[in-house]
């Protein structure tokens, strides 16, 4: 990972804590980002032409702007950039509820920044908190329409003209320990919807969402279609779901070994 384009600035580094749940107990997650270095970050604090002078994809999340005013603005200079030097740019919705405490709700800040993306990825909830689409999902349920979201994901398609395409997952919630994992992408052309795994004897959840976007953009550049690059997205954040912490530490050919089929957890010597 090149460093070279970091930036020091006052403040802190933002931490998190997670209590891990466990079959009906679920995960709580507590945010320590007050005064992070991020947070205070002011606009113009990055010279955005130099730092993406060679980026082709430029990837935000919803996590940020929720963080502060100056935040918000800094994630909407950053994107602006982006699009101002041709990359690619892409935006995961992330809604926090207990980070967005500086004035204004999501819904308020997220749809100026998604009218500057040409990917969208979410989950329901996003799309009600983050964008006010409602539709009549019950993200409680434990169990999904799965004929529905091809429905929210045209009417986000159709909100935001600018969007390529919106990738939208399918978390079936039946304990902290045991999920359905599944995930839809639509092109404008056309709907893809994904294999659904059963995810059970969960050892982390928490970083999920994140290996599915960071290997939505890895399949969107590299692989031959868009229902690949989805396919090899779920299966990367269900293998996610088998290791402790936030980040997903298998091998794009580990991903694919799943994709084709073998995922009966057989010891391999």
Avoid at 140 to 155: C, D, F, I, P, W
Wanted: net charge negative.
């Amino acid at each position: 990972m090149d460093v070279q384009q970091i930036v020091r600035g006052p403040g802190r580094l933002g931490a998190y804590f997670v209590e891990t749940g466990a079959n009906q107990r679920p995960s709580k997650v507590v945010y320590d980002r007050a005064g992070s270095a991020i947070a205070v970050a002011q606009p113009g604090t990055i010279d955005w032409k130099r730092a993406l002078s060679n980026a082709y994809w430029f990837h935000i999340t919803g996590i940020t702007p929720a963080l502060s005013e100056s935040a918000a603005v800094l994630t909407l200079e950053a994107i602006r950039a982006a699009r101002a030097v041709n990359a690619v740019t892409s935006m995961d919705l992330n809604f926090r509820n207990t980070l967005w405490k500086w004035g204004k709700r999501a819904h308020e800040v997220m749809p100026e920044l998604l009218q500057q993306a040409d990917y969208c990825i979410a989950n329901e909830e996003d799309c009600q908190k983050c964008l006010d689409l409602h539709l009549d999902i019950d993200v409680e349920s434990g169990e999904l329409e799965r004929e529905k979201y091809q429905q929210l994901a045209e009417t986000v398609l159709s909100t935001y003209p600018n969007l390529k395409g919106v990738a939208i997952t399918l978390r079936e919630s039946r304990s902290a320990s045991h999920n359905g994992w599944s995930a839809c992408f639509h092109n404008r052309e056309q709907f893809f919807l994904s294999r659904r795994y059963e995810v059970t004897h969960i050892v982390d959840r928490v970083g999920g969402g994140d290996s599915f976007a960071a290997s939505l953009i890895y399949g969107l550049m590299n692989l031959e279609s868009p229902a690949e690059a989805l396919e090899f997205a779920v299966a990367a954040s269900a293998l996610k779901h088998s290791i402790p912490g936030d980040f997903n530490r298998f091998s794009a050919e580990e991903v694919m070994a799943l994709v084709r089929g073998g995922g009966s957890g057989r010891v391999q010597r």
